[in-house]
């Protein structure tokens, strides 16, 4: 199967580091015309320069700030991939230790953000009768949150419930929602915090319990975001794609 985005514009959030990165490598050697975007404007830079890509450093929890950021592109997005979010520096403690701050925080970069980006692309992917919604939610939107991160774990749930709910408005329209679940990766500096925290014998006992007996690479969650953007996964809409080698 040739997957060709050759005259589609992508927008791929999250695109700093680590699984948004190769998710925006994926789409610019597919032919793609991409446009990258996160709030670590370093990282930002480091993705640009090595892509060639256009990047623009947003918070995309700001609902104005994003609308403002879709308005002013010269071509408006085909495919829109939402691999922003994550745990935003948190570790996993009490419930009696989470403030409002943290709790807000995380979901605000996972699900707020998602829905205002669609909110802002909607309009003109309504008008071509046609468009890619795509947000990288995670093995904890299905189930307990490895990292221990109540908001986290309550964020992309929500995230698959906005997938969801999304998908039954706008199929109508020709636009197709829908969601990767990355089992656990290590693509940035959280996820080796997070397995060098496992000790020898956690990560061990990780491994065991995947199918595949290894842990997966950001290249393999960027291989299942394209397939769900491409023509091919046309009548494909509302669902959750686990890629985490069996463990679901």
């Not at 403690?93 to 953000?113: G, L, Q, Y």
């Not at 953007?229 to 509302?238: D, H, L, N």
Request: with cysteine.
């Amino acid at each position: 199967m040739q997957l060709d985005f050759n005259a589609r514009t992508v927008l791929v959030t999250g695109a700093a580091q680590g699984i948004g990165r190769a998710i925006a490598a994926a789409f610019a050697v597919s032919g793609a015309t991409v446009v990258v975007a996160d709030i670590d404007d370093k990282g930002l830079a480091i993705t640009a320069d090595e892509l060639d890509v256009t990047a623009h450093a947003i918070d995309l929890s700001d609902r104005s700030a994003v609308h403002g950021f879709i308005a002013s592109l010269s071509h408006a997005p085909d495919i829109v991939v939402h691999a922003a979010g994550g745990t935003r520096g948190q570790a996993g403690r009490p419930i009696e230790e989470i403030d409002e701050a943290d709790w807000r925080s995380v979901f605000s970069a996972n699900a707020d953000a998602f829905f205002w980006l669609a909110q802002a692309c909607a309009p003109a992917m309504k008008s071509k009768g046609s468009g890619r919604l795509i947000a990288i939610a995670s093995g904890a939107g299905l189930r307990p949150s490895l990292t221990g991160i109540q908001a986290y774990a309550g964020a992309k749930h929500a995230l698959v419930g906005i997938v969801r709910q999304l998908s039954w408005e706008l199929g109508p329209a020709g636009i197709t929602v829908n969601s990767v679940a990355p089992g656990f990766v290590r693509s940035n500096p959280t996820t080796e915090r997070q397995w060098q925290a496992m000790g020898k014998d956690g990560q061990r006992l990780l491994i065991e319990s995947i199918h595949t007996h290894r842990l997966g690479s950001a290249d393999d969650i960027a291989a299942a975001t394209l397939f769900l953007a491409s023509e091919q996964a046309g009548w494909i809409s509302g669902q959750v794609l686990s890629v985490d080698g069996g463990r679901s």
